[in-house]
T-cell receptor, first 115, second 116 residues
Framework: EAGVAQSPRYKIIEKRQSVAFWCNPI?????LYWYQQILGQGPKLLIQ????????DSQLPKDRFSAERLKGVDSTLKIQPAKLEDSAVYLC?????????????FGPGTRLTVT | GNSVTQMEGPVTLSEEAFLTINCTYT??????PFWYVQYPGEGLQLLLK?????DKGSNKGFEATYRKETTSFHLEKGSVQVSDSAVYFC???????????????FGQGTILTVHP
């Protein structure tokens, strides 16, 4: 079974530029998550989709971050314009309900450096 | 909202030593706790989980028991190996019911280094 795919793996941009990340979840997983992991911290949920609908985007900085999952499969996360503090690893995960809990499977992440 | 607190690291041990990484949480309802591991250069992987009180999750020699009375899910291993060197994250998910769909709240992570 193929895992969660993310691209690009690394990205370096200057502040005020825009950037987009792509995620393809495991086939059949209806729930998709984007997390931000700042160096030395645990991942923080940015947005969560159930199929193509947003379930939770309460921690997404909506003035600069946006995300979509138009056909309920792959997803893109965009930052425009980027700030220095956006430097982090952006993780995509997908999940399925198993034995009463949702087991999340993570992609390798995209490491963003904003200079 | 939910919060997760892990023991501060880093933790450095010799091979075959006993490992404990403490994890406590605050939450409402009946959450499910998890341990995730991140090996150097790799993504997050599920290590073990529990779904109800007093459940013991186990995998690769690691164990953790879900204690609702102390709101804890401490990770233990009787004899660590060099290959266990990684970052360990405790995480919490709301009950599977409702619209939470399993979103996770993570602790800050504990770096474990095991020397030969």
């Amino acid at each position: 079974e193929a895992g969660v795919a993310q691209s690009p793996r690394y990205k370096i941009i200057e502040k005020r530029q825009s950037v987009a990340f792509w995620c393809n979840p495991i086939s059949g997983h209806a729930t998709l998550y984007w997390y931000q992991q700042i160096l030395g911290q645990g991942p923080k949920l940015l947005i969560q989709f159930q199929n193509n609908g947003v379930v939770d985007d309460s921690q997404l900085p909506k003035d600069r971050f946006s995300a979509e999952r138009l056909k309920g499969v792959d997803s893109t996360l965009k930052i425009q314009p980027a700030k220095l503090e956006d430097s982090a690893v952006y993780l995509c995960a997908s999940s399925i309900l198993t034995s009463g809990s949702y087991e999340q499977y993570f992609g390798p992440g995209t490491r963003l450096t904003v200079t | 909202g939910n919060s997760v607190t892990q023991m501060e690291g880093p933790v450095t041990l010799s091979e075959e030593a006993f490992l404990t990484i403490n994890c406590t949480y605050t939450a409402t309802g009946y959450p499910s706790p998890f341990w995730y591991v991140q090996y150097p250069g790799e993504g997050l992987q599920l290590l073990l989980k529990a779904t109800k009180a007093d459940d013991k999750g186990s995998n690769k020699g690691f164990e953790a028991t879900y204690r609702k009375e102390t709101t804890s899910f401490h990770l233990e291993k009787g004899s660590v190996q060099v290959s266990d060197s990684a970052v360990y994250f405790c995480a919490l998910s709301p009950n599977a019911g409702g619209t939470s769909y399993g979103k996770l709240t993570f602790g800050q992570g504990t770096i474990l280094t095991v020397h030969p």
